[in-house]
């Protein structure tokens, strides 16, 4: 167990449905990512938060995907009308980011929510 | 930076034997590299991280080498064990905090 914990860990949906997946991260990281994998390829990255502040965002990255941190502790990622290629394990990180700590990138992940899209 | 790849898909050891599993970078911006473990329904896990002013790191059994000239990334598992089976994923960052993973390497230990 690396601290990070995702809910729900599976996910089965309609097409066109909302869904929303939850982080709490480890407590005092303040940073926070999301990605995607799907089988048999390593996570392709999301978006990075810092505290609460969404810094990046992949370009590839369609608008109907948008994740929040309001309080800079956990975070929501939420895909509207969704898709069947949008089947795939959503994976939450985080990491330190304390300026000058040598670990501060070493990114724990969380087990994922896994999405099936019917 | 998204054109992290590896070289085998799969590797088969024995039980014992030393473990090298590669991987290969584009992006000669890139400042630093993690090696990650993924075992079947969980998350990847940190093995061992190594910054681009480097070339050699080394942890518990584990050692990973850089070399920047030809954009190639190796982690070498000293005497794997069984519990070493499991997919192995090189990432890279360049500037900004965007991870890129590559596809995987899948490593079974033969007991």
């Known amino acids: 167990d690396t601290g990070v914990s995702q809910d729900p860990r599976h996910k089965i949906t309609k097409r066109g449905q909302n869904v929303t997946f939850r982080c709490d991260p480890i407590?005092?990281?303040?940073?926070l990512y999301w990605y995607r994998q799907t089988l048999g390829q390593g996570p392709e990255f999301l978006t990075y938060?810092?505290?609460?502040?969404?810094?990046?965002k992949s370009r590839l990255l369609s608008d109907r995907f948008s994740a929040e941190r309001p309080k800079g502790s956990f975070s929501t990622l939420e895909i509207q009308r969704t898709e069947q290629g949008d089947s795939a394990m959503y994976l939450c990180?985080?990491?330190?980011?304390?300026?000058?700590?040598?670990?501060?990138?070493?990114?724990?992940f969380g087990a994922g929510t896994r999405l099936s899209v019917l | 930076g998204e054109s992290v790849g590896l070289h085998l898909p799969t590797l088969s050891v024995q039980e014992g034997d030393n473990s090298i599993i590669n991987c290969a970078y584009s992006?000669?911006?890139?400042?630093?590299f993690i090696w990650y473990k993924q075992e079947s329904g969980k998350g990847p896990q940190f093995i061992i991280d190594?910054?681009?002013?480097?070339d050699k790191r080394q942890g518990q059994r584990v050692t990973v080498l850089l070399n920047k000239t030809v954009k190639h990334l190796s982690l070498q598992i000293a005497a794997t064990q069984p519990g070493d089976s499991a997919v192995y994923f090189c990432?890279?960052?360049?500037?900004?905090?965007?991870?890129?993973f590559g596809t995987g390497t899948s490593l079974t230990v033969i007991p």
């Open positions: 938060f810092q505290n609460e502040a969404q810094l990046e």
């Open positions: 992006n000669s911006a890139s400042d630093y």
């Open positions: 990180a985080s990491a330190p980011g304390l300026a000058g700590l040598v670990a501060k990138n070493i990114q724990y």
């Open positions: 407590s005092e990281h303040n940073r």
């Open positions: 190594i910054r681009s002013n480097m």
């Open positions: 990432a890279e960052k360049e500037t900004g905090n965007q991870f890129y």
